[in-house]
């Protein structure tokens, strides 16, 4: 069955500029987490949706938020960009507790 | 809170030499760990989860609950082998899924 796809692939966008990213979860799956991967921080987790609703919230400013579909994909929205917000920017699917996450190929934001 | 930490930021062996990727980890309750790989230019992939305890590419890992790690081995590497090694944390049974990881190791496999 086809993986995670997260689009688009890459972002340039300007500080203060917001911007929204999707992903498709794999058919089936109804947990949705997105994670930010930069060189100083590694991999940070951001949020959990299951079911159109948040189960967990990381240690973000309030500038990323996300929401998930009926569908069960996901989109992820950060606002007023700041410098720091280039990273590639991770989505993952889950099928239940114990299965793993299956994560998709990542949407490189980069804030200019 | 959990933490996952991995000391190794780089990892260099020759082929056939045995490796040991180490994690440790800190969570009050039941964890969930498992293995991620990255290789070059390609999406994270999960490696191992230890609820299986299976074997994969020749990999193994054991939870070690008293010394909380839970360390990735592997006999005779491969230089195939090269990649980013991630260990991460879930807390089990928890209402939501949510990934803690370690900084990585790179590993090295040298011909």
């Known amino acids: 069955k086809a993986g995670v796809t997260q689009t688009p692939r890459y972002l340039i966008k300007t500080r203060g500029q917001q911007v929204t990213l999707s992903c498709s979860p794999i058919?089936?799956?109804?947990?949705v987490s997105w994670y930010q991967q930069t060189p100083g921080q590694g991999l940070q987790f951001l949020f959990e949706?299951?079911?159109?609703?948040?189960?967990n919230k990381g240690n973000f400013p309030g500038r990323f938020s996300g929401r998930q579909f009926s569908n069960s994909r996901s989109e992820m929205n950060v606002s007023t960009l700041e410098l720091g917000d280039s990273a590639l920017y991770l989505c993952?699917?889950?099928?239940?507790?114990?299965?793993?996450?299956?994560f998709g190929s990542g949407t490189r934001l980069t804030v200019v | 809170a959990q933490r996952v930490t991995q000391p190794e930021k780089l990892l260099s062996v020759f082929k056939g030499a045995p490796v040991e990727l180490k994690c440790n980890y800190s969570y009050s309750g039941s964890p969930e760990l498992f293995w991620y790989v990255q290789y070059s230019r390609q999406r994270l992939q999960l490696l191992l989860r230890?609820?299986s305890r299976e074997s994969i590419k020749g990999f193994t890992a054991d939870l070690n609950k008293g010394e909380t790690s839970f360390h990735l081995k592997k006999p005779f590497a491969q230089e195939e082998d090269s990649a980013m090694y991630y260990c991460a944390l879930s807390g089990l049974g928890n209402a939501g899924n949510m990934l803690t990881f370690g900084g990585g190791t790179r590993l090295m496999v040298k011909p």
């Open positions: 230890h609820i």
């Open positions: 949706y299951f079911s159109e609703t948040q189960r």
């Open positions: 993952a699917s889950s099928g239940g507790t114990g299965y793993g996450y299956t």
């Open positions: 058919s089936g799956h109804r947990s």
